[in-house]
């Protein structure tokens, strides 16, 4: 559905993605990890089309995203940090979105509904709590069902009972055969909500196979201390027989 081939990208000097390759099939969750600075979101930006790679190619629903932007109609992203016009209402902002939609005529407002965002459509964006906006960014992501779901950090600031809601919206749009790329340093979520690990490290792909495989490789049960067997051989950079997949 995604597929990333020979991808690099340099900030100046900073080679932030070297020689990534990787494929993202539909029906299935992606945990994409790394330390801070290791080059998530800037892939996840290269998906996108807003950030341009040096090198390499991507393709999405087999179409080059290269001079194409049709694409992005399938993909509903939830960024880190929803950034939207102060002034603008919340009931603005969705008639907005929805208006440069047409080709939609049903929208998923299933999150607009759970988060209680129906009661708050004449606030204004600048007047909103940092959880209320990711509340925003969550419902616009899932709003035009697309086939493709890309969430940085969805859960970065939700209270319990928000995370709740998102996280069981998350599992009921994988279970329809959607694909969908998470970034959380939540590691208990990702063990929830994905099957594949993608681990990231100094610009390079350091793991990339199912979560089942990565308890296996690592000897260990449970997901999070196979997260932290990984990052221990990323950092001594002697990996014993780590098998990095392009599936
Ligand atoms: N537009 C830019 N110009 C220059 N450097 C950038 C730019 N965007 C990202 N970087 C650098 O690229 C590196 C990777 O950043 P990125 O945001 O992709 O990391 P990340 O893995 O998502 O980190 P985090 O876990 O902190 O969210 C960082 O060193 C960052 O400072």
């Keep these: 559905?995604?597929?990333?081939?020979?991808?690099?990208?340099?900030?100046?000097?900073?080679?932030?993605?070297?020689?990534?390759?990787?494929?993202?099939?539909?029906?299935?969750?992606?945990?994409?990890?790394?330390?801070?600075?290791?080059?998530?979101?800037?892939?996840?930006?290269?998906?996108?089309?807003?950030?341009?790679?040096?090198?390499?190619?991507?393709?999405?629903?087999?179409?080059?995203?290269?001079?194409?932007?049709?694409?992005?109609?399938?993909?509903?992203?939830?960024?880190?940090?929803?950034?939207?016009?102060?002034?603008?209402?919340?009931?603005?902002?969705?008639?907005?979105?929805?208006?440069?939609?047409?080709?939609?005529?049903?929208?998923?407002?299933?999150?607009?509904?759970?988060?209680?965002?129906?009661?708050?459509?004449d606030k204004a964006m600048h007047t909103l709590s940092g959880g209320t906006r990711q509340k925003v960014s969550a419902a616009l992501a899932f709003m035009f069902d697309p086939d493709i779901l890309i969430l940085d950090e969805p859960t970065a600031g939700l209270d319990p009972m928000a995370v709740e809601v998102l996280k069981r919206k998350i599992k009921k749009e994988r279970q329809k055969g959607k694909l969908i790329l998470i970034t959380s340093h939540i590691l208990s979520e990702l063990d929830e909500l994905t099957n594949h690990a993608i681990y990231i490290f100094e610009g390079k792909v350091f793991f990339n196979d199912s979560v089942e495989s990565l308890k296996e490789i690592t000897g260990e049960k449970r997901f999070s201390t196979a997260i932290a067997r990984l990052m221990e051989w990323s950092i001594k950079k002697n990996p014993p027989q780590i098998k990095i997949s392009h599936v």
Excluded: C
Excluded at 40 to 47: A, F, P
């Design 1 to 121: 559905m995604i597929s990333v081939k020979h991808l690099y990208k340099k900030f100046g000097k900073l080679e932030v993605l070297r020689d990534f390759n990787l494929e993202f099939e539909a029906g299935s969750s992606y945990a994409l990890m790394g330390p801070n600075g290791s080059g998530k979101t800037t892939l996840i930006k290269t998906i996108l089309g807003m950030v341009i790679p040096d090198t390499g190619e991507i393709m999405v629903q087999g179409e080059s995203i290269k001079g194409n932007f049709k694409y992005r109609s399938d993909i509903g992203y939830m960024p880190q940090i929803g950034r939207y016009p102060g002034n603008i209402k919340i009931g603005q902002l969705f008639t907005m979105m929805q208006d440069i939609r047409p080709e939609i005529s049903e929208y998923d407002m299933e999150l607009v509904e759970a988060f209680g965002l129906d009661t708050m459509m």
